[in-house]
C-alpha cells in the first residue's frame, strides 16, 4: 500500500486534561492505529517543536510567550471550560504545531507530494490571543502562513467540526 508520511511525537501523549476529558491520549493513539490498520502509517516522522517566530505568525509575541511561561511544574490550569493545561501540554502543543509546520515545509520543498500531521492538542480552535475548544496555539493556521511564507499562494482549510472555522 502506499505509505503517507506522518508527522506526531510520542510526547504529544504527555498533554494530560484530565480524567473524562474528551480530548485524551487515546485520541492521538486512535488516529495513529486506525492509520495503521489500514495500511498507512509505516512512515512516522518525528515533529520538532514550532518556532516561536513561526508561531507568532498568528499569534501575538505577548501571547505566545505567555503561554510557553504558563506550563504547571504539576497539575492543571483551566484556560477556559474546555481547555487545560497540563505540565505536559506545552510541550505537546508546540509539537502539534511542529507536526503541521514540518508536513508544510517538507511538501513545500518537494520530498513529499502529501502529508499527514497526527497531533494533539489539537490546533485548529484557538484563537489569535486566547486558548479555545481545547486549542493551545492554531497550528492549522500557523501551518497555512507557513505555507503562504513557502510560496503557496493558495491555502485550503477544510474544518468539520461543531465550531466551523474558529481560529484559523
Request: aromatic letters at 4%; glycine letters at 8%.
Amino acid at each position: 500500500m502506499n505509505q503517507l508520511p506522518i508527522f506526531t511525537h510520542p510526547s504529544m501523549l504527555s498533554h494530560a486534561p484530565g480524567a473524562g476529558h474528551p480530548e485524551s491520549p487515546e485520541r492521538l493513539k486512535a488516529v495513529l492505529d486506525a492509520l495503521a490498520d489500514a495500511g498507512l502509517a509505516g512512515d512516522r516522522r518525528a515533529a520538532t517543536p514550532a518556532e516561536v517566530a513561526d508561531l507568532e505568525r498568528v499569534h501575538p509575541a505577548a501571547y505566545v510567550a505567555r503561554l510557553l511561561d504558563a506550563s504547571p511544574v504539576e497539575g492543571m490550569i483551566p484556560l477556559d471550560a474546555d481547555t487545560v493545561l497540563s505540565p505536559g501540554s506545552v510541550p505537546a502543543a508546540r509539537l502539534a504545531a511542529g507536526a503541521a509546520i514540518d508536513a508544510v515545509r517538507a511538501v513545500a520543498r518537494g520530498e513529499m507530494n502529501r502529508a499527514f500531521a497526527a497531533v494533539r492538542p489539537p490546533g485548529h480552535h484557538a484563537e489569535p490571543d486566547r486558548a479555545m475548544g481545547f486549542c493551545l496555539f492554531s497550528s492549522v493556521a500557523v501551518a497555512a502562513r507557513v505555507a503562504q511564507s513557502q510560496g503557496m499562494a493558495r491555502v485550503a482549510v477544510v474544518d468539520f467540526d461543531v465550531h466551523h472555522g474558529n481560529g484559523t
